[in-house]
C-alpha cells in the first residue's frame, strides 16, 4: 500500500499496515516516540491500520495534539485509578486542557490530599501494567446498556448528546465513552502527577450537582515532569497577585470585585509604562483622544455591540434613557470622526486612546490583574484608504514589535484569526479583509497560526503572543480590520475627484489591557523591574542620622535628574535596611556616611549584585540616567536560573 508522507513522499508498505509500522519504516526514534498518527488531518490511534493512499503525519509529544492525546489517556487512566480505590464514584468527563488533564468525579465526600496520593500511586500501578487501550466501535443501544449496568448516569447522560455511532475505550476491565484517540497503552505515561481538587458543577451549569475535579500533568519522562513541577514552584513565587501585595502595588477589595485599587507604587509603574507608551504614539503619528465612559443605548446598538456583546456591558439609567459602560473604545472614536469632513489627502487619520473600558466577567473567573472588570486598553482606530490597509497593518505590527522589545520581550507569535459564526457585514468584504492580513504576513515571512472561526463579530484579526521566561505565552496586541463599522456609521471622505466615499478602520492594541501587561511584566521579571519601570529606582540609606542632611543633598540631586527616589532615614540597623530594600527589589541601593558626605561620593549596590564599592555622586547620577534612558534592561535578569 502507498502512504503519503508530510513532505509529499510515498512509501509502500505492506497492507494493512499500522501507524507504528510506518514510524518503525521511517526509524526507530520515530517509532518509540510515536504516540497517534494523523490521517488526511483526522487524529487517529497509532494501531489502526492505515487507509490504502492516506496522507498520514506521525505524532509525537512535541505538538499539540500530541499532547492531547497522551493526556487524555492519562485521565483514562487516572479515572480508573479513581474507580479501583473508590468503586462507588461516578464518572463524568475527562479531557486534556493546555497543561495537563482533568477527571470530573461525583463522590460523597471531596478528595483529601491524602486520597490524591493513594490515587497518583494507583496510577503508577496502572502505568506499570502497561495495559493496552482498545477502541470499540459500538451502536447507542449496546453503550447505553453497559453504562446502565454499571450505574454510570454521567455517561448515560452523554450519550443523549452524540449523534450517530459513540465508542467506547477500554483498557483492562475498565471503559469510558470515547471519542479517542488513545495511546497504544497505559505505560506510554512515565511520569504522573496529580496537582490538585476543584469543585465544577456537572456540564458547567450551578443548577447541577457539584462535582470533585482532579487536576493532573503527565510526562512521557521522569525529568521532564521534574521540570515541569521546577517552572510550576518558580511561577507561584513570581505570581503577579503575591508581588503585588509584597512590593505595595496594588490590592482587590470586597467592595468592587475585579476592580483593581492603584497604590503609590503601582502608580508609579503603571506612569512609567504609560508615558513610555504615550512618547512612542506621538513619534509615530497618533494623535491622543479621550472618549466618554458612558454613552446611550442608541449608539451601542448603532455600533452592534448591543446585539453581539450585551451580556458583558454595563448600564445605567440617564434622564430616564439607558446608557451603558463601554466595553470598547471605537464607537467613541468614530463619533470623532463623523464630527468633521474628511479628505483623502488627511489619511492616514490614527486616533489612539488609553482607554478604560469595563466588561462583565463572571466573578468565577476574576484572577488578580489577568482577568479584571475593568481595565485600560492602549486601543487605537485608524482611518485610511483601502490601497493604504497593508501598509498600515504592516506599520502597525512594526510598532508592536519594537514595544515588546522594549519592555524585554523577544520572543513573540502571532495568530491570524478569521471570521466567526456571528460576524456581521457581507462575505465579500471578509474575504478582503481576511486576504489583505494573510498577504502582509506572508510579505513580511511571519510564521503564524490560522484559528478559524475566532475572528472580532466585525472582522478579521491578528493576536500577538508574548512568552514569559518561563515558556508561557500570553495574548496581548490585536490588529483588526473592520470594514463594517465604516459602513454602519457612514464615515465618509471626499476623494481626489471629489466623489464621497468610505474609509477603512483598523482597531488595534499593542499591549492590549495596560492592567494585564503590568501583571506579565512582573511575573515575566519576578518583581526585579528594569531600572527605568521600577517604582523607586533608588533608595538613599545613610548610615546615621548625621549624615541625613548629605542624604537629603543625593535625592535633590536624584530629583532633578528625573530619578524616582527615596531616603530611608528609620532608625533601624543597615543590614535591615539593606535586606528590606533588597525585598523590595529596588535595583539602587547607595549608603552614604562621613566618607561619602566628604569626598561627594556615593556607596553603591545595586539589587542582588551587591557592594560595588564607593563612586562620585555625580557620574552615579549620569550613569543611571543614562540607563534609565536607554531603557536597559541591566541589573535585572529574567532567565530562570537551572
Ligand atoms: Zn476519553
Ligand atoms: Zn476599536
Given at each position: 500500500m502507498n502512504i503519503i508522507l508530510p513532505d509529499n513522499s510515498v512509501k509502500v508498505l505492506p497492507d494493512t499496515s499500522t501507524g507504528l509500522n510506518l514510524a518503525q519504516s521511517i526509524g526507530p526514534r520515530l517509532a518509540k516516540e510515536a504516540l497517534a498518527v494523523k490521517v488526511n488531518g483526522a487524529l487517529r490511534d497509532l494501531l489502526l491500520p492505515l487507509p490504502e493512499n492516506a496522507s498520514v503525519e506521525i505524532v509525537t509529544f512535541d505538538s499539540e495534539p500530541g499532547k492531547s492525546v497522551f493526556w487524555h489517556t492519562s485521565s483514562h487512566i487516572l479515572a480508573q485509578a479513581v474507580q479501583e480505590l473508590f468503586p462507588s464514584a461516578k464518572i463524568a468527563i475527562g479531557p486534556a486542557i493546555e497543561n495537563g488533564f482533568y477527571y470530573d468525579f461525583d463522590v460523597d465526600h471531596p478528595f483529601t490530599p491524602q486520597d490524591l496520593l493513594a490515587i497518583e500511586k494507583k496510577c503508577k500501578e496502572i502505568m506499570d501494567a502497561k495495559t493496552p487501550l482498545k477502541r470499540i466501535e459500538c451502536g447507542v443501544d449496546e453503550a447505553r446498556s453497559y453504562f446502565s449496568g454499571k450505574s454510570e448516569p454521567y455517561k448515560l447522560d452523554l450519550l443523549g448528546d452524540i449523534e450517530g455511532s459513540p465508542s467506547m475505550y477500554e483498557q483492562g476491565t475498565w471503559r469510558d465513552l470515547c471519542r479517542g484517540p488513545h495511546?497504544?497503552?497505559?505505560?506510554?505515561?512515565?511520569a504522573i502527577k496529580l496537582l490538585s481538587v476543584a469543585g465544577a458543577y456537572w456540564r458547567g451549569s450551578e443548577k447541577n450537582k457539584m462535582l470533585q475535579r482532579i487536576y493532573g500533568i503527565s510526562f512521557p519522562k521522569q525529568s521532564m515532569l521534574d521540570e515541569h513541577m521546577r517552572l510550576l514552584e518558580e511561577a507561584q513565587k513570581r505570581d503577579h497577585r503575591k508581588l503585588g501585595k509584597e512590593l505595595d502595588l496594588f490590592s482587590f477589595h470586597s467592595e468592587g470585585a475585579g476592580f483593581p485599587f492603584w497604590h503609590g507604587n503601582g502608580m508609579l509603574l503603571y506612569n512609567a509604562i504609560m508615558d513610555y507608551c504615550r512618547s512612542e504614539h506621538r513619534s509615530a503619528g497618533y494623535q491622543e483622544v479621550k472618549t466618554p465612559m458612558i454613552l446611550n443605548e442608541e449608539l451601542w446598538r448603532k455600533s452592534g455591540h448591543w446585539d453581539k456583546y450585551r451580556d458583558n456591558m454595563y448600564f445605567t439609567t440617564i434622564d430616564e434613557v439607558v446608557h451603558a459602560v463601554k466595553p470598547m473604545n471605537c464607537p467613541g472614536g468614530l463619533l470623532i470622526y463623523k464630527n468633521s469632513p474628511h479628505s483623502y489627502?488627511?489619511?492616514?487619520i490614527k486616533y489612539c486612546e488609553f482607554g478604560l473600558v469595563h466588561r462583565h466577567e463572571k466573578a468565577g473567573v476574576?484572577?488578580?490583574?489577568?482577568?479584571?472588570?475593568q481595565f485600560t486598553q492602549d486601543d487605537a482606530h485608524i482611518f485610511c484608504l483601502p490601497e493604504q490597509i497593508e501598509t498600515q497593518i504592516d506599520k502597525v505590527i512594526d510598532f508592536i514589535i519594537h514595544i515588546y522589545r522594549t519592555f524585554g520581550f523577544s520572543d513573540y507569535t502571532m495568530e491570524l484569526s478569521t471570521r466567526p459564526d456571528n460576524y456581521i457585514g457581507a462575505l465579500e468584504i471578509w474575504e478582503k479583509a481576511e486576504n489583505a492580513l494573510k498577504q502582509v504576513l506572508d510579505a513580511k515571512k511571519y510564521s503564524y497560526k490560522i484559528n478559524a472561526g475566532d475572528g472580532a463579530f466585525y472582522g478579521p484579526k491578528i493576536d500577538f503572543h508574548i512568552k514569559d521566561c518561563l515558556g508561557r505565552s500570553w495574548q496581548c496586541g490585536t490588529v483588526q480590520l473592520d470594514f463594517s463599522m465604516p459602513e454602519r456609521f457612514e464615515l465618509e471622505y471626499t476623494d481626489a475627484a471629489g466623489q464621497k466615499k468610505r474609509p477603512v478602520m483598523i482597531h488595534r492594541a499593542l499591549l492590549g489591557s495596560m492592567e494585564r501587561f503590568l501583571g506579565i511584566l512582573l511575573e515575566h521579571y519576578g518583581g526585579a523591574l528594569p531600572l527605568w519601570l521600577a517604582p523607586q529606582q533608588v533608595r538613599i540609606i545613610p548610615?546615621?542620622?548625621?549624615?541625613i542632611d548629605y542624604a537629603h543633598n543625593v535625592q535633590t540631586q536624584c530629583i532633578a535628574a528625573g530619578l524616582r527616589s527615596e531616603i530611608?532615614?528609620?532608625?533601624?540597623k543597615m543590614g535591615y535596611k539593606i535586606r528590606e530594600a533588597e525585598v523590595k527589589k529596588i535595583p539602587c541601593m547607595v549608603i552614604v556616611g562621613e566618607k561619602e558626605a566628604e569626598a561627594a561620593t556615593v556607596s553603591i549596590r545595586y539589587h542582588g549584585k551587591g557592594d560595588l564599592g564607593a563612586q562620585p555622586l555625580e557620574s552615579f547620577i549620569e550613569q543611571v540616567t543614562a540607563e534609565v534612558n536607554g531603557k536597559?534592561?541591566?541589573?535585572?535578569?529574567p532567565r530562570v536560573g537551572g
Amino acid at each position: 500500500m502507498n502512504i503519503i508522507l508530510p513532505d509529499n513522499s510515498v512509501k509502500v508498505l505492506p497492507d494493512t499496515s499500522t501507524g507504528l509500522n510506518l514510524a518503525q519504516s521511517i526509524g526507530p526514534r520515530l517509532a518509540k516516540e510515536a504516540l497517534a498518527v494523523k490521517v488526511n488531518g483526522a487524529l487517529r490511534d497509532l494501531l489502526l491500520p492505515l487507509p490504502e493512499n492516506a496522507s498520514v503525519e506521525i505524532v509525537t509529544f512535541d505538538s499539540e495534539p500530541g499532547k492531547s492525546v497522551f493526556w487524555h489517556t492519562s485521565s483514562h487512566i487516572l479515572a480508573q485509578a479513581v474507580q479501583e480505590l473508590f468503586p462507588s464514584a461516578k464518572i463524568a468527563i475527562g479531557p486534556a486542557i493546555e497543561n495537563g488533564f482533568y477527571y470530573d468525579f461525583d463522590v460523597d465526600h471531596p478528595f483529601t490530599p491524602q486520597d490524591l496520593l493513594a490515587i497518583e500511586k494507583k496510577c503508577k500501578e496502572i502505568m506499570d501494567a502497561k495495559t493496552p487501550l482498545k477502541r470499540i466501535e459500538c451502536g447507542v443501544d449496546e453503550a447505553r446498556s453497559y453504562f446502565s449496568g454499571k450505574s454510570e448516569p454521567y455517561k448515560l447522560d452523554l450519550l443523549g448528546d452524540i449523534e450517530g455511532s459513540p465508542s467506547m475505550y477500554e483498557q483492562g476491565t475498565w471503559r469510558d465513552l470515547c471519542r479517542g484517540p488513545h495511546l497504544p497503552n497505559t505505560g506510554y505515561v512515565r511520569a504522573i502527577k496529580l496537582l490538585s481538587v476543584a469543585g465544577a458543577y456537572w456540564r458547567g451549569s450551578e443548577k447541577n450537582k457539584m462535582l470533585q475535579r482532579i487536576y493532573g500533568i503527565s510526562f512521557p519522562k521522569q525529568s521532564m515532569l521534574d521540570e515541569h513541577m521546577r517552572l510550576l514552584e518558580e511561577a507561584q513565587k513570581r505570581d503577579h497577585r503575591k508581588l503585588g501585595k509584597e512590593l505595595d502595588l496594588f490590592s482587590f477589595h470586597s467592595e468592587g470585585a475585579g476592580f483593581p485599587f492603584w497604590h503609590g507604587n503601582g502608580m508609579l509603574l503603571y506612569n512609567a509604562i504609560m508615558d513610555y507608551c504615550r512618547s512612542e504614539h506621538r513619534s509615530a503619528g497618533y494623535q491622543e483622544v479621550k472618549t466618554p465612559m458612558i454613552l446611550n443605548e442608541e449608539l451601542w446598538r448603532k455600533s452592534g455591540h448591543w446585539d453581539k456583546y450585551r451580556d458583558n456591558m454595563y448600564f445605567t439609567t440617564i434622564d430616564e434613557v439607558v446608557h451603558a459602560v463601554k466595553p470598547m473604545n471605537c464607537p467613541g472614536g468614530l463619533l470623532i470622526y463623523k464630527n468633521s469632513p474628511h479628505s483623502y489627502k488627511e489619511f492616514p487619520i490614527k486616533y489612539c486612546e488609553f482607554g478604560l473600558v469595563h466588561r462583565h466577567e463572571k466573578a468565577g473567573v476574576l484572577q488578580g490583574l489577568f482577568r479584571v472588570r475593568q481595565f485600560t486598553q492602549d486601543d487605537a482606530h485608524i482611518f485610511c484608504l483601502p490601497e493604504q490597509i497593508e501598509t498600515q497593518i504592516d506599520k502597525v505590527i512594526d510598532f508592536i514589535i519594537h514595544i515588546y522589545r522594549t519592555f524585554g520581550f523577544s520572543d513573540y507569535t502571532m495568530e491570524l484569526s478569521t471570521r466567526p459564526d456571528n460576524y456581521i457585514g457581507a462575505l465579500e468584504i471578509w474575504e478582503k479583509a481576511e486576504n489583505a492580513l494573510k498577504q502582509v504576513l506572508d510579505a513580511k515571512k511571519y510564521s503564524y497560526k490560522i484559528n478559524a472561526g475566532d475572528g472580532a463579530f466585525y472582522g478579521p484579526k491578528i493576536d500577538f503572543h508574548i512568552k514569559d521566561c518561563l515558556g508561557r505565552s500570553w495574548q496581548c496586541g490585536t490588529v483588526q480590520l473592520d470594514f463594517s463599522m465604516p459602513e454602519r456609521f457612514e464615515l465618509e471622505y471626499t476623494d481626489a475627484a471629489g466623489q464621497k466615499k468610505r474609509p477603512v478602520m483598523i482597531h488595534r492594541a499593542l499591549l492590549g489591557s495596560m492592567e494585564r501587561f503590568l501583571g506579565i511584566l512582573l511575573e515575566h521579571y519576578g518583581g526585579a523591574l528594569p531600572l527605568w519601570l521600577a517604582p523607586q529606582q533608588v533608595r538613599i540609606i545613610p548610615i546615621s542620622e548625621k549624615f541625613i542632611d548629605y542624604a537629603h543633598n543625593v535625592q535633590t540631586q536624584c530629583i532633578a535628574a528625573g530619578l524616582r527616589s527615596e531616603i530611608d532615614d528609620r532608625p533601624e540597623k543597615m543590614g535591615y535596611k539593606i535586606r528590606e530594600a533588597e525585598v523590595k527589589k529596588i535595583p539602587c541601593m547607595v549608603i552614604v556616611g562621613e566618607k561619602e558626605a566628604e569626598a561627594a561620593t556615593v556607596s553603591i549596590r545595586y539589587h542582588g549584585k551587591g557592594d560595588l564599592g564607593a563612586q562620585p555622586l555625580e557620574s552615579f547620577i549620569e550613569q543611571v540616567t543614562a540607563e534609565v534612558n536607554g531603557k536597559g534592561l541591566l541589573q535585572t535578569n529574567p532567565r530562570v536560573g537551572g
